[in-house]
């Protein structure tokens, strides 16, 4: 990729005074969302999410005991716990799965999935790493996204959140992808913050950002609390849908909180209700998963798609329920064919009870023999039926030639 950013402005709000302030900042978003209501379905549990990011430090105690941690991919050798070290990418991780502490974890962040594991996998570095220029300079970087997204579908991963981006495509990054979405994983990227850009202005349309403007990656735009596209949010085709990304909470890497505003933050919401999916119909492929989102947002547009929130916001109550039906649901096969199922995480046969012809063996597809007289009989028809139609062919050619000779 020609640059990854961490495509979002993370300011600090506060120290945290109490429980409740935390989890009553968060619960505005999570409500326009319906992760709320999503809770009496499922919350995760069974999901790991690979979180592609600046790495996600597994000792914040909304993240406790959540967190695998997979390897650094930038090559900067910084250690976890250094210096501005994970803090975009932990934040990310209590958007998608923070499960709070506390008695009865009613403390602190909250994710969308709070049951789900987390795979922080290094991918880029923060702004205010010290290591940036270093990561920045280096020919090899390029390939950490590709990597990471390999590395992820290889460890167990199911949902993939890339909440970067940048303005190169990369053959490899495409392929990696490619490799993701063909083994049932489902990608969820930022589709950029480049709303307020001069490009934008002057076009009217955003740049695509990469990974998330790659085809089969659920792309997504940010709104703000009144469902309006966030002035910062990127506006062109490859926004899906879109969640709130106007000042959500999320958990710093030193324990800590911010205010979060970007398209990085709303599609670590949706990559959550992905996880929700997931965790309900582990073997809905991607496609479905996607299709469960679009069918089901909020704030619809008032011509079905718009450039700036995709297909509308996400419902995460009603994108469970949809996703029930597709999973359900139960294609015809062809004659002779095999139609496959998805329905509560496990897939089903469904064969058509149609007699297939007979195979070069002499028996059927049951494996019933066929009687050797009929087969013979079979035969002898057939010679005879061809002997009698080179007959009439040949009294045809006979009188056309006559009639061709006649003044």
């Known amino acids: 990729m020609a640059a990854l ?22 619960m505005p978003a999570l409500r326009a969302i319906r992760a709320d209501d999503a809770w009496k379905i ?24 959540a967190v695998r941690t997979g390897p650094d991919f930038t090559g900067t050798g910084n250690d976890p716990g250094g210096p501005a070290w994970g803090e975009h990418g932990t934040l990310m991780a209590t958007l998608i799965a923070g499960r709070g502490h506390g008695p009865g974890f009613t403390a602190g962040a909250i994710g969308v999935a709070p049951q789900a594991t987390i ?68 990608v969820v ?16 349309f955003s740049r695509e950002s990469f990974p998330g403007g790659y085809a089969g990656v659920i792309g997504v735009g940010a709104v703000d609390e009144r469902f309006k596209p966030a002035t910062f949010s990127s506006r062109n085709a490859t926004v899906s849908v879109s969640a709130p990304g106007v000042r959500l909470v999320g958990a710093g890497a030193k ?35 996607a299709r469960a989102l679009t069918d089901t947002t909020r704030e619809r547009p008032k011509d079905g798609y718009d450039v700036g929130v995709g297909f509308g916001v996400v419902d995460a109550e009603a ?8 999973a359900a649901y139960r294609p015809t096969a062809a004659p002779g064919e095999t139609g496959r199922r998805e329905g509560g995480g496990v897939a089903a046969e469904a ?18 023999a066929v009687p050797r007289w009929a087969l013979l009989l079979i035969g002898a028809m057939c010679v005879v ?19 061709r000779r006649r003044p």
């Not at 499922?42 to 005991?65: F, I, Q, S, W, Y």
Request: hydrophobic share 45%.
């Open 255 to 289: 324990d800590d909180y911010y205010w979060v505003n970007g398209t990085s933050g709303a599609a670590a919401l949706v990559t959550g209700v992905a996880a929700l999916i997931k965790a309900r119909h582990p073997l809905l492929p991607p496609a479905l998963v």
């Open 5 to 26: 950013l961490t495509g979002v402005v993370a300011a600090p709000a506060y120290a945290e005074p109490r429980a409740d302030p935390v989890r009553e900042r968060q």
């Open 319 to 326: 994108a469970l329920r949809r996703s029930d039906e597709l």
């Open 42 to 65: 499922t919350k995760g549990r069974g999901v790991t999410v690979a979180v592609l990011d600046t790495g996600v430090v597994p000792t914040v105690k909304d993240l406790a005991g």
């Open 385 to 403: 039926t061809a002997a009698v139609a080179a007959r009439g062919l040949a009294l045809v050619a006979v009188a056309r030639r006559s009639a």
């Open 189 to 204: 990227g930022a589709a950029g913050n480049e709303g307020r850009s001069g490009f934008t202005r002057t076009y009217g």
């Open 119 to 186: 795979l922080s996998l290094r991918v880029t570095v923060d702004d205010t790493d010290p290591g940036r220029e270093r990561f920045r300079a280096d020919p090899t970087r390029a390939t950490g996204v590709a990597q990471a997204i390999r590395y992820a579908v290889d460890h167990g991963a199911t949902v993939i959140n890339l909440s970067l981006g940048g303005f190169g495509s990369a053959r490899a990054d495409r392929q990696a992808l490619d490799y993701a979405l063909a083994r049932g994983v489902v």
């Open 351 to 368: 064969t058509t009870a149609v007699p297939t012809a007979p195979v070069a063996n002499g028996e059927d597809a049951g494996g019933s």
